[in-house]
Nanobody, 120 residues
Framework: VQLVESGGGLVQAGGSLRLSCAAS????????MAWYRQAPGKQRELVAV???????NYADSVKGRFTISRDNAKNTVDLQMNSLIPEDTSVYYC???????????????WGQGTQVTVSS
């Protein structure tokens, strides 16, 4: 199983970016999917999470600006980021709670990370 992210880049403050993450491999089911971020010198923090039933939760710092969504048929999760501010600059990581199709082991998987830089 692997997670592959795309969509990071450089954007001016007030702009938008959309991150995408696709899970592939021997997957039986995907439970929660989430986006985390980690800025230099800081701990990794949860940005947004979406459950298999589509309920969502957001960090207070991104509420009203970011939207997480998922496509269960495609095993993907997206993060639409609007009204970006310089403080959003981080490496963004996709995370998924996956039950594998071989042995039905359940564990969390991480993507490789994608850089988001917001200039002032």
């Amino acid at each position: 199983v692997q997670l592959v992210e795309s969509g990071g880049g450089l954007v001016q403050a007030g702009g938008s970016l959309r991150l995408s993450c696709a899970a592939s491999g021997s997957i039986f089911s995907i439970n929660a999917m989430a986006w985390y971020r980690q800025a230099p010198g800081k701990q990794r923090e949860l940005v947004a999470v979406i459950q298999s039933g589509d309920s969502t939760n957001y960090a207070d710092s991104v509420k009203g600006r970011f939207t997480i969504s998922r496509d269960n048929a495609k095993n993907t999760v997206d993060l639409q980021m609007n009204s970006l501010i310089p403080e959003d600059t981080s490496v963004y990581y996709c995370n998924a709670d996956i039950t594998g199709a071989v042995g039905f082991w359940r564990r969390h998987y991480w993507g490789q990370g994608t850089q988001v830089t917001v200039s002032s």
